[in-house]
Structure formats: structure tokens, C-alpha cells
């Protein structure tokens, strides 16, 4: 428990209360906003992975989790860096323990940069090549964190050329109601067709008029002008 101290006193050092004050406003922390509660320290992400650098290697399981625990916004996301890091450098047990754990704290992995900057590296990892229940299981939740774990994930299997389940999730959050799961699905959609340009158009051939204007934006962003135009205008064929 003393490297969790020291950590602790390492966060202390690096924390900037006007960057907090900003960041508590950027992730929506006010009463009834999705981020309600969390409690910023204002230490950047270049910062954290340093840290996460820096103690992974000693920290056990059970030490991260107790900064899983916590309502500070920073001290998650530097367990999560640790978590990935561990996965990186493990076995196959060491693997499997780790998408373990973090399934099991969803309810901890509560914002977006926090899913962002880990599922794709534990949870779509671990599911590459393996059966995909899992991740239908999140893309179904009535959590939203936990849709966006689904969606977020399967950027491992688009790196892969692998685009089948991010097509499927992406019909199944169609509907969703969130703004963040909007930009997700928006954001994989784009990053296949970067590989794949068909089969985004496909896609969009047969969802573009009923996906939510984010997500189409998002999808579209890299597209000609021309076509982007159609495509918001509801005109294209």
C-alpha cells in the first residue's frame, strides 16, 4: 500500500486546480450531467500515462482497483493506463484476469476518455480472437458507458481490417439516444471507411436518412464536400 501512497502523493504534486476547474466543465460534472460528481485534480493525460509508466510494474491488481474505487477522475484513468499496461506485458492468465476486472468495473470506467483510451486495448484485444457475445452483451446494456465500450472496442478489429462487428454494433446503437454514442458509432463508421470506402457507403446506403445527425457527421467527415452535402441534404442515391 505505500506505492499506492506514493502515487498519491505524486498525483498531489502535479495537480492544478484552474486546469480542474475547466476540466470539471469539459466532462460534465454538474448535477444531472452525465459526469455528475467526478472530482478533477487538473493533471493532464501525458502526465497520468507517465505515471502509469512509472507504477504499473509494482502495483498489484488489488491496488488498482482500490483506485478504481475512487471518485477521482485522475486516479481512474491512471489505473485504467496501468491496467493496459499490465495487459501489454502479461501472459495469457495475466490477459484473461485483466478483461475480467474491467468488465467488472464498468460502473467505474464512467466517462468518455476513460473508455477511450482503454477498451480498444483490453477488451477488443482480448475479444479479437474469440467469440464476440461479449461485446453484443455491452452494445445492448442500458449503460451507457458500456455501449460505448462496445462500439470503442471493435477499433482494435477495424486496425485488423476487420469490419464485420463494428458494422453490427453500429446498427444496433443506431437508435441510441446519447449524444455520445452518436460521435462513437460516427467516429468507427469514419475509420473504416478510411480502409474500406464501400463498405461505409453501404452503410450509409441503407441508414444515412434515420441515423442521428451527429453520427452521420461524424461518419461522413472525411468524405468530398460534394458528397457530404448529399448525404446531410438527404439527397443521395
Partial sequence: MAL??????DFSKLANPNKAKILRGFFKT?????????IFLGIVVPEQ????QKYFSSLTIEEIQELL?????EYRLTALLMLVNQYKNGNEQVKDKI??????NTKNINNWDLVDLSARDIIG???FDKEKNTLYNLAN?????ERRIAIISTSEFIRHNKFEDTIKISEILLKDKHDLIHKAVGWMLREVGKRDIKILKSFLSNHYKVMPRTMLRYAIEKLPEKERKAYLNGEKR
Fill in 4 to 9: 499506492v501512497e506514493n502515487l498519491k502523493k
Fill in 99 to 104: 478483461f475480467r476486472l474491467y468488465l467488472k
Fill in 49 to 52: 500515462r507517465k505515471l502509469a
Fill in 125 to 127: 484485444n482480448y475479444l
Fill in 69 to 73: 474505487n475512487t471518485n477521482i477522475h
Fill in 141 to 145: 446494456s442500458h449503460h451507457l458507458w
Fill in 30 to 38: 454538474g448535477k444531472g450531467e452525465y459526469g455528475e460528481g467526478d
